[in-house]
């Protein structure tokens, strides 16, 4: 089955600069690739996610590269802030079969923003 | 429109006891899947269903079962609890594929087992 790999695990940066987690997967057909934010006590919420026909998206100061060769994508926060301190969490896609998918998440990597 | 909801929020148990955990989808949402999230574990996929079938299962032993009726609502079931059950359960709805359709997650329910 599908394995994700995630790092770092934690992360301090401060406010202002940016902040990259990378994740790695195995299965060679899996076609996309979601991010999760959860802070403190919250469920985690879709902050960004990625298709394998598209190898960059972006939403303002968040965006997500995607390499298909290598088999890793990337999370990428700019002008961090306060706010943007979390656990977040990297999954992919894998096929189980009749014409259905199932996430595999990463462990998560937690960002701490110094203000 | 409401979002994903799971009751009760915390639960306490003891070893060998049995727990059933409740989740109520997106309205018109008809996928639901289950996690466990454990500290440094990050989410652990449990099971997936749809239009009431089970249509994925991860790799956790058969005390952990599920269900889903008609309306989407969906349990979980536990029987002859662990320590190491000890967890947040979290239950996500999407309208039908994982891969088209957004995931949503419930505020999820943290078991602990004494």
């Known amino acids: 089955g599908e394995n994700v790999e995630q790092h770092p695990s934690t992360l301090s940066v401060q406010e202002g600069d940016s902040a990259v987690i990378k994740c790695t997967y195995s299965d060679s057909a899996s076609n996309y690739f979601p991010w999760y934010k959860q802070e403190l006590g919250k469920r985690p919420q879709l902050i960004i996610d990625?298709?394998?026909?598209?190898g960059e998206k972006k939403d303002q100061r968040i965006a997500v590269t995607l390499n298909k060769t290598a088999k890793h994508f990337s999370l990428h926060i700019t002008e961090t802030q306060p706010e943007d301190s979390a656990v977040y969490f990297c999954?992919?896609?894998?096929?189980?079969?009749?014409?259905?998918?199932?996430?595999?998440f990463g462990k998560g990597t937690k960002l701490s923003v110094i203000p | 429109k409401a979002g994903v909801t799971q009751t009760p929020r915390y639960l306490i148990k003891t070893r060998g006891q049995q727990v059933t955990l409740s989740c109520s989808p997106i309205?018109?949402?008809?996928?639901v899947s289950w996690y466990q999230q454990t500290p440094g574990q990050g989410l652990q996929f449990l099971f997936e269903?749809?239009?009431?079938?089970?249509?994925n299962k991860g790799n956790f032993p058969g005390r952990f079962s599920g269900r889903q009726f008609s309306n989407s609502r969906s349990e979980m079931n536990v029987s002859t609890l662990e320590l190491g059950d000890s967890a947040l359960y979290l239950c996500?709805?999407?309208?039908?594929?994982?891969?088209?359709?957004?995931?949503?997650f419930g505020p999820g329910t943290r078991l602990t087992v004494l």
């Open positions: 309205s018109g949402h008809r996928s």
């Open positions: 269903y749809f239009s009431e079938t089970q249509r």
């Open positions: 996500a709805s999407s309208f039908g594929s994982l891969v088209t359709d957004t995931q949503y």
């Open positions: 990625i298709r394998s026909n598209v």
């Open positions: 999954a992919a896609s894998s096929y189980s079969g009749a014409g259905s998918y199932q996430l595999t």
